[in-house]
Every structure is written in structure tokens, then in C-alpha cells.
């Protein structure tokens, strides 16, 4: 989950990538390893597009009619609460990712010592950017606190966010990658793309919102004082 008080961008996530000079051959070659019509892989990419859908849907609708609020009788509850159905969700989408991956073929040029130390590596990076953002942002502005009302002083500028922007998404990411390098799987690659994908429109759509709180927040402290 994002959260609008991260420091200033100096990477850019992987937001400044131009994906129209990817190699299509790469893709292609993925594409020979996978079965779309796989229930696990359907199961997969069904799991992937809910996910920031339903978090984003929910939070606007408390953001707006503050009914979760209400019937917690608290903002803090509320929040949890929502928290904890995200996590469970995130569990849920990694355990469908990790059966689509299982349920079709490796790659054999992956399938080696060296790729599953490097996916080794890439797995413990993305779970110190996941790990350190959720220390620095705390429960609640990890999990959309902001839209409940549950605003911070000031802006984080700590680690992560003072390597990249999002870095919760792009480390949960980096974890994806890394368990598909692991098990050499094209199709834990390609979820991977999804991933990224989902996640960059996940960015476009809460940003500008998640800012505008912040900025109403900073109106409404300037006219008070």
C-alpha cells in the first residue's frame, strides 16, 4: 500500500521505465511456457487484479461515508480491521501464485544454482523494502490509514523512502520475482509483469487522491492557526 507521506521520488520505482522498449521476444518466449487456461493461472491473475481493487473501492467508500468508522465505532478498528483483510487477501494471492507456478513448466536455462541464488537475493530485498516501510509508515499508514483519518505530523523520509517512492509495492514486487527465479518458472515471471502492472495503475489512481487528503489537511491547519 502506498502511502502519500513517502519522502521525495529519487529512483522512481520502476515508474520511469518505458515498457515500449521492451524486448518482445522475451515475452514470446514466456508466453510458449504457459497455459492461460490453466485454472491456477486464471486463479492467479484473478487474485492480482482484485486485490489493490478491492483495498482502493473500500477506502474511497470510508473516505467518503466514513460508514466502516461507524460501524467499528472507531476509525483505529475500522482500519485494522481492513488491514487484516488485506493481509489475508495477500495470502491468498501468493498462494494462487505459487500454484500457477507449480502447475506448469519450468525454464530450463533458469533452472540452475546461480539463477536461485540471485532469485535468492531478490527475495531479500524486497522483503527489507516491504519489512522497513511497514516499520517506518506503522499499521495504520500502511494499510490506508490516511482514508480513515488516521493522518501523520510530518512526512517519512527514513529508509525506504529515502531510496524510492512506493518502495512497499516495488519490494513486494522484487519478492514475486524473486520466488519465480527461484522455482524457474515462466509463468511466475509473467504474474510478475502482472504484478508490476497492477501496481503502476494502483500508483496513478491512489496518489493524487491520498495527496489531496494531505493537502486538505495542510488547508485546514493554516486556517486554524
Given at each position: 500500500m502506498s502511502s502519500s507521506v513517502a519522502g521525495p521520488d529519487c529512483c522512481g520505482g520502476l515508474g520511469n521505465v518505458d515498457f515500449r522498449q521492451a524486448d518482445l521476444y522475451v515475452m514470446t518466449l514466456l508466453l510458449g511456457y504457459v497455459d492461460p487456461s490453466d485454472p491456477c493461472f486464471v486463479a492467479a491473475i484473478l487474485t492480482i487484479t482484485f486485490n489493490p481493487l478491492f483495498w482502493n473501492?473500500?477506502?474511497?467508500?470510508?473516505?467518503?461515508?466514513?460508514?466502516?468508522?461507524?460501524?467499528?465505532?472507531?476509525?483505529?478498528?475500522?482500519?485494522?480491521?481492513?488491514?487484516a483483510a488485506i493481509l489475508l487477501l495477500n495470502v491468498l494471492r501468493s498462494h494462487c501464485f505459487t500454484q500457477a507456478m507449480l502447475s506448469q513448466p519450468k525454464m530450463e536455462s533458469l533452472d540452475n544454482p546461480t539463477a536461485?541464488?540471485?532469485?535468492?537475493?531478490?527475495?531479500?530485498?524486497?522483503?527489507?523494502?516491504?519489512?522497513?516501510?511497514f516499520f517506518a509508515l506503522g499499521f495504520t499508514g500502511t494499510f490506508l490509514g490516511d482514508y480513515f483519518g488516521i493522518l501523520k505530523e510530518a512526512r517519512v523520509t527514513t529508509f525506504p523512502f529515502n531510496i524510492l517512492d512506493n518502495?512497499?509495492?516495488?519490494?513486494?514486487?522484487?519478492?514475486?520475482?524473486?520466488?519465480?527465479?527461484?522455482?524457474?518458472?515462466?509463468?511466475?515471471?509473467?504474474?510478475?509483469?502482472?504484478?508490476?502492472?497492477?501496481?503502476?495503475?494502483?500508483?496513478l489512481y491512489e496518489e493524487p487522491f491520498t495527496a489531496q487528503i494531505y493537502q486538505q489537511k495542510a488547508s485546514l491547519s493554516h486556517k486554524r492557526s
Amino acid at each position: 500500500m502506498s502511502s502519500s507521506v513517502a519522502g521525495p521520488d529519487c529512483c522512481g520505482g520502476l515508474g520511469n521505465v518505458d515498457f515500449r522498449q521492451a524486448d518482445l521476444y522475451v515475452m514470446t518466449l514466456l508466453l510458449g511456457y504457459v497455459d492461460p487456461s490453466d485454472p491456477c493461472f486464471v486463479a492467479a491473475i484473478l487474485t492480482i487484479t482484485f486485490n489493490p481493487l478491492f483495498w482502493n473501492v473500500v477506502a474511497r467508500w470510508e473516505q467518503k461515508t466514513r460508514q466502516l468508522s461507524r460501524a467499528f465505532r472507531s476509525p483505529y478498528l475500522a482500519c485494522y480491521s481492513l488491514g487484516a483483510a488485506i493481509l489475508l487477501l495477500n495470502v491468498l494471492r501468493s498462494h494462487c501464485f505459487t500454484q500457477a507456478m507449480l502447475s506448469q513448466p519450468k525454464m530450463e536455462s533458469l533452472d540452475n544454482p546461480t539463477a536461485y541464488r540471485m532469485g535468492l537475493a531478490l527475495l531479500g530485498v524486497g522483503s527489507t523494502f516491504v519489512l522497513s516501510s511497514f516499520f517506518a509508515l506503522g499499521f495504520t499508514g500502511t494499510f490506508l490509514g490516511d482514508y480513515f483519518g488516521i493522518l501523520k505530523e510530518a512526512r517519512v523520509t527514513t529508509f525506504p523512502f529515502n531510496i524510492l517512492d512506493n518502495p512497499m509495492y516495488w519490494g513486494s514486487t522484487a519478492n514475486y520475482l524473486g520466488w519465480a527465479v527461484m522455482h524457474a518458472s515462466p509463468t511466475g515471471l509473467l504474474l510478475t509483469a502482472v504484478v508490476a502492472l497492477v501496481y503502476m495503475v494502483a500508483i496513478l489512481y491512489e496518489e493524487p487522491f491520498t495527496a489531496q487528503i494531505y493537502q486538505q489537511k495542510a488547508s485546514l491547519s493554516h486556517k486554524r492557526s
